[in-house]
């Protein structure tokens, strides 16, 4: 069974550029997360999807922060105009629908690594 | 709302050596609990997870971990560790009632020869 796939896998930008990074769970996988993973720290949701409709975006800064799922399946997250202290690893998730025999399990992709300089 | 403390950022043990990674939890209502394992410059993989049962859960590895609800603590093992097991370590919950998954802070195990 394929894995959640990201890309690009590492991105650097000049501050106050822009970033679009693309997730593609697991197929059949209705939930899809996106993290994000300062250095030294634990991952912190900033969004999730069920299907195509927002369940969680309540981390999400949405004054440069933007995601979308269209079709209910693949998912982009971008970010413009990024700042330096947006430098992280985005990690992409996803998940069986709520309620499901999973037990909540979540599988995570290799993550896009951003540097903004 | 739910948190995690891992109370060790860092752990050094020796190849061959026994090594735990605490964990405790706080949450108002009923959880699953998990382990990750994040190897260098990869993304999260899961060790091994509680939904029910048996308190003893064995994970990928030779880990294992053990849910204690009166200490709300999920502590996680292994009784012999490798260089291969050098790692980032996040253990995480999660609530019954959502697909939300908050994560700890991480506990870095370095092995040494």
């Known amino acids: 069974e394929a894995g959640v796939a990201q890309s690009p896998r590492y991105k650097i930008i000049e501050k106050r550029q822009s970033v679009a990074f693309w997730c593609n769970p697991i197929?059949?996988?209705?939930?899809l997360y996106w993290y994000q993973q300062i250095l030294g720290q634990g991952p912190k949701l900033l969004i999730q999807?069920?299907?195509?409709?927002?369940?969680?975006d309540s981390q999400l800064p949405k004054d440069r922060f933007s995601a979308e799922r269209l079709k209910g399946v693949d998912s982009t997250l971008k970010i413009q105009p990024a700042k330096l202290e947006d430098s992280a690893v985005y990690l992409c998730?996803?998940?069986?629908?709520?309620?499901?025999?999973?037990?909540?399990?979540?599988?995570f992709g290799e993550g896009s690594w951003l540097t903004v300089v | 709302a739910q948190s995690v403390t891992q109370l060790d950022s860092q752990v050094p043990v020796f190849e061959e050596a026994p090594v735990e990674l605490r964990c405790n939890y706080s949450?108002?209502?009923?959880?699953?609990l998990f382990w990750y394992v994040q190897y260098p410059n990869q993304g999260l993989q899961l060790l091994l997870k509680?939904?029910?049962?048996?308190?003893l859960v064995k994970g990928i590895n030779g880990f294992e971990a053990e849910f204690n609800k009166s200490q709300t603590s999920f502590h996680l093992r292994k009784p012999s560790v490798h260089i291969s097991d050098t790692a980032e370590y996040f253990c995480?919950?999660?609530?019954?009632?959502?697909?939300?998954?908050?994560f700890g802070s991480g506990t870095r195990l370095s092995i040494r020869p």
């Open positions: 998730a996803s998940s069986l629908a709520e309620g499901s025999n999973s037990g909540n399990t979540i599988y």
């Open positions: 995480a919950v999660s609530p019954l009632s959502a697909s939300k998954i908050i």
């Open positions: 949450s108002s209502v009923s959880v699953y």
């Open positions: 999807f069920q299907n195509n409709g927002v369940v969680d």
């Open positions: 509680y939904l029910s049962g048996s308190t």
């Open positions: 197929s059949g996988h209705a939930t």
